[in-house]
């Protein structure tokens, strides 16, 4: 799966929280494009962050793109099988993952290759991602 990217980070100079922010929106975006090393190096936090981005992709995809709920769920699947992740996406469940995947989703952009900076989930959907 091949995703392009456009996205442009407005930060304030001197401003700590939204380069935490970009920061957090950078990684988000690495999960979605499959770059987290293999769980075996990756960090709890970086598996969850990869994990809760797909997830995130595949559920925005079902809000804008008319994917169904099957195909969304396929492309996770997939997703996790590729990336050895099987043990590690129980946590997918959890009140947290399902958190952080509602706010993600509805702050992604139309064509869920990025985020809505002006989305009224942006925010929200950073700061669940940092309390992983």
């Known amino acids: ?49 990869a994990m809760a981005a797909m997830a995130a992709f595949a559920e925005c995809k079902v809000l804008n793109a008319g994917y169904s709920r099957e195909r969304a769920q396929n492309i996770l699947r997939t997703w996790i099988a590729n990336k050895g992740l099987e043990q590690q996406a129980q946590w997918l469940k959890s009140p947290q993952a399902i958190r952080i995947v509602a706010l993600t989703s509805e702050a992604m952009n139309k064509s869920c290759d990025g985020f809505d900076q002006n989305s009224p989930q942006f925010i929200p959907a950073m700061e669940a991602i940092d309390q992983l």
């Open 1 to 49: 799966m091949a995703l392009g990217l456009n996205i442009s980070f407005g930060v304030a100079q001197g401003s700590s929280r939204n380069w935490r922010l970009c920061w957090s929106s950078a990684l988000m975006l690495s999960g979605l494009l499959g770059t987290v090393q293999t769980p075996l190096l990756a960090s709890e936090t970086e598996t969850r962050h």
